[in-house]
């Protein structure tokens, strides 16, 4: 893998350093968990050495920290192979819930965790279970479907190639650290600290409380072709950019549903450039968006565009305050919300729809075998509610991942209703009460 070689010791990035020192000081853990279940014909051992052969192609996966400051160390992944057909069905759910939450030693644990459940005469479940300090949905999402794609070509005799790139992910952190290095990245560092001055010091002052671990649900709503189009046309009208529209939307929501004692802290996904969307690791970009009561709504989508507009000039992440940020350490999941946004070209269907969990619908992958995805718990430290904004072709799909021990399913589900009336009315139209 290119640029790897270029250094013994290749720097954290930003998003790396921040989630370590998270763990090390609350033991608190990101994990992303996903389940596909496999039905038909299906070759154990070929999907074993296949997974291994790709998993341990791309160095990001392999990793283990230690040391302060933090050093890589890198050992191959290993793929568990587990009976479950004497389970009853209660057991087998309180087996998958505990996959999901138990915890990854960062020093001692593969952070990849991989295993294939037998649960039936005809029937596989491969589990994936992910720190998030080495990777993120979009790359389990790209693991996920070179893996697969590997084993149907291994089936058919064909020899493994693995993706050709243009840039890996130890090219990706030379290049933000170089970047942050620059003239350019200490103006941008700079003026991100002073606009979130006063923010932080409205942190200090919030009472301090543990949280150790959060499990979460998720309600998610779609929209159609038809809505979409409307929702661009009404953030044309306002000359706002597609995400400063849905950002602004979920913040009023936010304002309408939680006391004012939440602290509005959110935050934005950025890429640096676009082919770095392709790069297997935890290539989250953060910047700092303050939720504002006082606000009208045209007050509301003009502060966010400009905020967004300047965040992808200066792509600079400024998670000094944040959830992974250091004053982000101070707070527990009831003060902190997430936003992110992926805008694609492609509409994702079948295989592809599968492996992004875009469907959970039956896919038949050849005449002999089909595979669905399986909803697992969450486990997501340290956010309140995390909205997470995909726009796949012409749909809109958004999920609101929200903390249990704060939110209740009745009320999320209000606030997605009330998100999708604030984002289909005009400047003009007045919303229904609550």
Not at 62 to 79: N, T
Not at 122 to 148: M, N, P, Q, R
Not at 232 to 254: G, P, R
Request: charged fraction near 25%; proline fraction near 3%.
């Amino acid at each position: 893998m290119t640029g790897w070689s270029l250094s013994t010791q290749v720097p954290l990035s930003i998003t790396e350093q921040r989630i370590y020192d998270l763990h090390h000081r609350k033991d608190l853990v990101d994990l992303i968990t996903r389940a596909m279940v496999f039905k038909g014909k299906f070759d154990v051992e070929l999907f074993k050495k296949s997974i291994s052969e790709v998993v341990n192609t791309y160095p990001i996966f392999r990793c283990r920290y230690s040391g302060e400051p933090a050093v890589r160390s890198f050992v191959d992944i290993e793929l568990d192979y587990i009976d479950i057909r004497h389970l009853s069905d209660t057991h087998f759910t309180s087996f998958l819930r505990q996959f999901g939450s138990s915890p990854m030693d960062l020093t001692q644990d593969q952070l990849l965790g991989l295993s294939v459940l037998r649960s039936g005469e005809d029937e596989y479940i491969f589990l994936t279970k992910c720190h998030h300090i080495i990777a993120d949905g979009i790359s389990l999402s790209l693991l996920w479907s070179e893996s697969l794609t590997h084993y149907l070509d291994s089936a058919k005799g064909k020899d493994y190639q693995p993706r050709v790139e243009t840039a890996g992910f130890a090219d990706y952190v030379n290049y933000e650290n170089t970047y942050l290095r620059s003239p350019r990245g200490h103006k941008a560092r700079n003026l991100w600290q002073k606009k979130l001055q006063s923010q932080k010091d409205e942190i200090e002052q919030l009472p301090q409380s543990e949280e150790t671990s959060v499990i979460c649900s998720e309600v998610i709503q779609h929209i159609d072709e038809i809505e979409l189009e409307q929702i661009k046309t009404l953030a044309s009208s306002e000359n706002v950019n597609l995400f400063a529209y849905l950002a602004a939307a979920f913040q009023q929501v936010l304002c309408d549903f939680i006391p004012h004692s939440f602290w509005m802290n959110g935050n934005l996904s950025l890429r640096l450039k676009r082919e770095y969307r392709e790069v297997f690791g935890p290539m989250c970009r953060y910047v700092n968006l303050m939720v504002c009561r006082d606000e009208s709504w045209q007050e509301k989508l003009t502060r966010l565009s400009a905020e967004i507009k300047y965040a992808m000039r200066t792509v600079y992440a400024a998670d000094a305050i944040g959830p992974h940020g250091l004053i982000g350490h101070h707070l527990d999941a009831s003060h902190c919300y997430l936003v992110t946004f992926l805008q694609t070209e492609e509409h994702r269907e079948g295989f592809f729809a599968v492996y992004t969990g875009e469907t959970s619908d039956w896919v038949k992958l050849n005449d002999h075998l089909k595979i669905r995805i399986v909803p697992l718990a969450t486990r997501l430290t340290p956010y309140g509610i995390y909205l997470s904004i995909t726009v796949f072709g012409k749909k809109l799909r958004s999920s609101f991942i929200y903390n249990e021990n704060c939110f209740e399913q009745k009320q999320v589900e209000e606030m997605v209703s009330r998100w999708c009336d604030r984002l289909l009315c005009g400047p003009e139209d007045i919303l229904p009460p609550l």
